[in-house]
């Protein structure tokens, strides 16, 4: 079954809308009518009452039961007159006896197949009775509502291409707006509608269109570039498991092989691909909504003590200072294991990027409703054009490309989506020559209660969850084992 325009449904809509109007009016009009030739009826034999009643008060005009001329006659209403309770002094030659009424006032009365309307009038000893015949009305009443049939259907035929035409005027913008759209393409995602300014509403909708334009376009873009970063990223770890293996192979012709070492080097890569597909799963289900929170009362201050006390050992090796500034007994609500990640890639970056024999330093502070946890060190400064970009996935600084550190540029992308599903937010600023800052805000939690376990820093067993993790980096994983493995020497 074809499918009927919006035009023409509008024309349609329009002539029914129209169409039941004109029939409510016609109704009206036509019941109008009708009490008007009514009530002309009515007064007329009312004025004839009248004048009857005056008639009579001279007794010399009545002769024989009859009337003066002025009263009688084909065009005379009068039908009858008696006295009260006395003689019949004048009946019209068609009046019946059983037609005669014993109440006063208007009514209708059928006399064979004619209607009347007919007045009953009681007055200075005279009881009249008066009647009009209705045939003149019903004819006036048939003229009018044939004329009202006959141009029913020319308006509602004017109604509906009114209708049409209008229709397809006001739907002249939103055309246009469909002819631009589709001009837009996967290859010309550019492409804007222009925003009518007579109409408000069309405004609106060329605006909403645009905007979903722009985050198609900004979602083809993200993918775009995650395809290219991703195939980057992954390219270097499976170049060296390549030319490991191509290594091993060539090493072990005709003599025996140690591949200690070479295997080594392989799970190392291995690894870094297990993170790079962890947190890229991770960033995933974050974006698309997926990812559900476990959330329980976390001990804030002690998690944040815990890894700044982490942080000192692994900045050993580099000659760094670690100082922080951690008050005791502030709690969130969220998942430790996801919270103690956001911390961990914060310290690691700020070990790995930094100067020799520099500094950092983490501050715990708050305010009415928000804890604010800040990691500052002295590394070389982000610059200007690199600080909108480096909450992007893949996305890796000038001054992180130029060091020596390694990494996979998710973790500050994993920093934000952290914060986010918690309700809070994370920011870069360097406040002071030389120093990078990255502050988290985190809505501020209940204490622990009595009977719930609070999220712990050392409890990291494995969970179903394979994007969750305690570390982020390879440098994190190894520098966490170094930490274990001094504190229990």
Not at 279 to 296: D, M, V
Not at 332 to 338: A, F, Q
Not at 347 to 371: H, P, Q
Request: a positive charge; aromatic letters at 8%; hydrophobic letters at 45%.
């Amino acid at each position: 079954m074809r499918k009927v325009s919006l035009r023409w449904k509008v024309a349609l809509l329009t002539g029914a809308t129209v169409g039941l109007a004109l029939a409510l009016v016609g109704a009206v009009a036509d019941w109008t009518l009708y009490r008007k030739l009514v009530e002309e009826a009515d007064l007329q034999m009312t004025s004839d009452a009248r004048e009857m009643v005056s008639a009579l008060k001279s007794p010399r005009l009545l002769s024989k039961g009859k009337l003066p001329e002025n009263l009688e006659g084909e065009e005379s209403n009068l039908w009858e007159i008696d006295r009260v309770g006395g003689a019949v002094l004048y009946r019209a030659p068609f009046f019946k006896t059983q037609h005669r009424l014993a109440k006063d006032g208007f009514r209708f009365l059928s006399i064979g197949k004619q209607s009347f309307r007919v007045l009953v009038v009681t007055k200075g000893g005279y009881r009249l009775m008066l009647g009009r015949d209705t045939r003149l009305q019903k004819a006036i009443l048939q003229k009018a509502e044939i004329a009202y049939l006959l141009s029913f259907p020319l308006a509602l035929a004017i109604a509906i291409w009114g209708g049409w035409y209008l229709s397809g005027y006001a739907l002249r913008p939103v055309r246009a707006i469909a002819a631009a759209a589709e001009k837009i393409g996967p290859h010309a995602l550019h492409g804007r509608v222009e925003i009518p300014s007579e109409d408000p509403d069309l405004a609106r909708l060329a605006q909403i269109l645009n905007a979903m334009w722009e985050r198609i376009e900004a979602a083809f873009e993200q993918e775009a570039r995650l395809t290219a970063d991703a195939s980057h990223e992954l390219r270097t770890p499976l170049t060296i498991l390549r030319n490991q293996l191509e290594a091993a192979l060539t090493e072990s012709k005709g003599r025996p092989f140690s591949g200690e070492e070479v295997f080594l080097s392989l799970l190392e890569q291995v690894k870094r691909l297990t993170t790079i597909t962890e947190n890229l799963l991770f960033l995933s289900h974050a974006e698309s909504g997926q990812l559900r929170l476990r959330k329980q009362p976390v001990d804030w201050s002690k998690m944040v003590e815990e890894v700044a006390e982490d942080a000192r050992l692994l900045a050993v090796p580099s000659g760094l200072s670690v100082a922080s500034s951690i008050p005791p007994g502030r709690w969130i609500s969220g998942d430790g294991e996801l919270l103690l990640r956001l911390l961990w890639n914060l310290v690691d970056n700020a070990v790995k990027y930094n100067t020799a024999g520099g500094s950092i330093w983490i501050t715990l502070l708050e305010d009415d409703s928000w804890l604010i946890l800040s990691v500052s060190n002295t590394g070389p400064i982000i610059e200007a054009a690199d600080q909108a970009e480096i909450f992007r996935r893949f996305y890796r600084a000038r001054s992180a490309r130029d060091s020596q550190a390694r990494g996979s540029g998710l973790g500050l992308s994993l920093c934000r989506e952290i914060a986010a599903l918690h309700g809070g937010e994370i920011r870069y600023d360097n406040p002071a020559e030389n120093w990078n800052r990255f502050t988290v805000w985190l809505p501020k939690g209940e204490p622990q209660g009595p009977g719930r376990e609070p999220a712990s820093t050392t409890d990291n067993a494995p969970s179903n969850r394979s994007f969750v993790a305690a570390k982020n980096a390879t440098q994190a994983e190894a520098g966490r084992s170094a930490i274990h493995s001094v504190r229990s020497g």
